[in-house]
DNA sequence: ATAATTTTGATGTAAATGCATCAAAAATTC
DNA sequence: GAATTTTTGATGCATTTACATCAAAATTAT
């Protein structure tokens, strides 16, 4: 079984560290861009399934969203009739740095890509999802407060 | 192209936090068994080159590195020439502890990888292995302030 | 050899992260 | 329908992370 834990580690580490000192031309500290790429392509989430979404704490969430409302990219609406939950929404003036944050995001994918076919990256694309629905399911257990046994 | 950058980011956020809450019973806060694996298995590796074997900052490391220092599980010792640099070893109270955390991440993997073939396991190996030494030469660049134009 | 540059380690400071906990609304159970 | 449990949001606190900067040793250039 190849370990690819490590190799997956240091390919998220890296590139994330790259984004973050990238993106701070445009006043986004750390991890921020990922929170607002995925409300800019999922109008009205809510900040549980944010989440979920980008498998981070709820906690952190929260903070790293009420930072983006701060900086008004990002909107919070209460709901109609459910009053326990807030609607996410970017603003008109997120739009420009989420085209920013995703033409990075492509090039950096493009640089780890480079010397791959194109039936590689496909392949790729597809083992990595596979193993990320895998690896989902453990993490929200872990997060419900669960203990894995082996 | 696929969003490989996604998936590896969520595979990476999920496993490393489930890791972080499993290991705190052996007394290892949030990213502590990264930098106690590597030194085990790298007996004498100074500081600089674990930064850029696990890819993070130099002060990151350093941090990482002087706590476990304080908690005895790694001893620094100076080189006989070169004055400047300190080699890292894990003490023998080290052993039991890499040992379980090895095996921790042995299992994450099986989880991934549980419905891969392990022709399909083999190949995501290499595909990522290739992706990480593309990324590398990128992150390594940006750490000494190089700017990426796209 | 001397000066300039790079390497390696270190720390102050600001910020994100994540656990524990709380609170209120919603959903479920009895 | 009342009581219990779950869901969702929020904050205090301790900790890691990372940038900027410094310092000293080593390396390279002049």
Not at 12 to 26: G, H, M, P, T, W
Not at 31 to 48: A, F, N, S, T, W
Request: glycine share 4%; aromatic share 6%.
């Amino acid at each position: 079984m190849p370990d690819v834990l490590r190799e997956i580690g240091m390919i998220a580490r890296a590139l994330d560290s790259i984004s973050n000192v990238e993106f701070k031309q445009y006043q986004l500290t750390k991890g921020q861009y990922l929170y607002l790429v995925r409300i800019c392509e999922h109008p009205g989430i809510i900040q549980e399934d944010l989440g979920k979404l980008i498998m981070v704490e709820r906690s952190t969430v929260i903070r790293a969203v009420q930072k983006l409302v701060a900086q008004g990219l990002v909107e919070k609406r209460p709901d109609a009739t459910n009053h326990k939950i807030r609607h996410l929404f970017a603003t008109p003036q997120a739009q420009p740095i989420y085209a920013r944050v995703i033409a990075e995001n492509t090039h950096s994918t493009q640089v780890a890509l480079q010397d791959l076919t194109p039936t590689e990256q496909a392949q790729l694309g597809h083992l990595l999802q596979r193993a990320r629905r895998n690896v989902a399911a453990d993490w929200e257990a872990v997060q419900r407060g669960q203990t894995r046994h082996y």
